[in-house]
């Protein structure tokens, strides 16, 4: 836009932007939100964090085999099955191998999951081939980054941190709005805690602004039981409780945390006092 004169501007270069008025959006009937995984994954950029070496690859490859086989997500629903891409930017494919051997349990690959082991980088055709691939894939439904900081280009100069980060995350995704698909980037979390649930993703607050949905995998090491928050615009906040199964290398979903909490401490209480009582009648020392 070429400024004319003293201040004046050519108004022939504006576009005009698409206004439409209140009456025109309440007498509109708009689809409902599309998931991947009904519930729980909806349709856009879902940023998935946590501790590195925590679950959240084995999480995004036990919802990668379901879609891509139209099985069961987690062990609790059914999916619609999908095309799905996992750039598994830090995995091998050995590795990936005996994961999904392992998850799989005897049945036979599909050939609907594809997996990348390496990928150009955003700042470079990353996205352009990111957009290419699912313009030959039509019935793709799911794309997992794993992870951001392996796909991401360095930090443009000029730009703050907040910018960089939100940025970025738009541009990843407008190509999941585009094809009306689910992207889950990978990423990790700050070291210090917070309060608020969103603050403990890594960067600036730009992350968790650009994307649809963010989710936050807890887990104390070397062990099954793992917490899962979620939160989003098309989404209620949930606080999920998951078990990893060793022997099938899946997450199961055992549902509300707060829910599960307490029905864990009635079992705990429940087996002391069954003890007790087991003391009480056989132990004769015991009052």
Known sequence: ??????????????QTQQIISDIDIMSTEYPPPCWIVPGLLPEGLTVLAGKPKIGKSMLSLNLSVSISTGGIALGHGSVEQKDVLYLALEDTPRRIQDRISTIL???????????????????????????????????AGLVVIDTLARIRGSKRNGSTLYDA????????????????????????????????????V??????????????????????????????????????LALRFDDRSASFVLLGDAEEYRISKERREILEQFQSFQYLNIFDPQFP
């Not at 836009?1 to 504006?14: A, F, R, V, Y």
């Not at 049945?107 to 957009?131: C, I, Q």
């Not at 995704?173 to 992207?183: F, G, L, P, R, V």
Request: charged share 35%.
């Open 202 to 239: 890594s960067g600036s607050t730009g992350l968790t602004a650009a994307a649809d949905t963010v989710a936050v995998l807890k887990r104390e090491r070397a062990r099954a039981d793992a917490i899962l928050y979620i939160t989003g615009r098309d989404i209620e906040d949930k606080e």
């Open 1 to 14: 836009m070429e400024i004319i004169g003293k201040g004046k501007i050519d108004k022939s270069e504006i």
């Open 105 to 139: 349990e005897g049945s036979s690959p599909t050939g609907r999951l594809n997996f990348a082991f390496a990928w150009p980088k955003m700042n470079g055709t990353g996205l352009e081939e990111l957009d290419r691939w699912l313009d030959g894939r039509p019935d």
């Open 165 to 200: 980060d939100y940025d970025d995350l738009c541009r990843i995704k407008s190509i999941a709005d585009q094809h009306h698909i689910t992207i889950v980037l990978l990423h990790h979390l700050r070291k210090a805690g917070a309060e608020d649930i969103l603050d403990l």
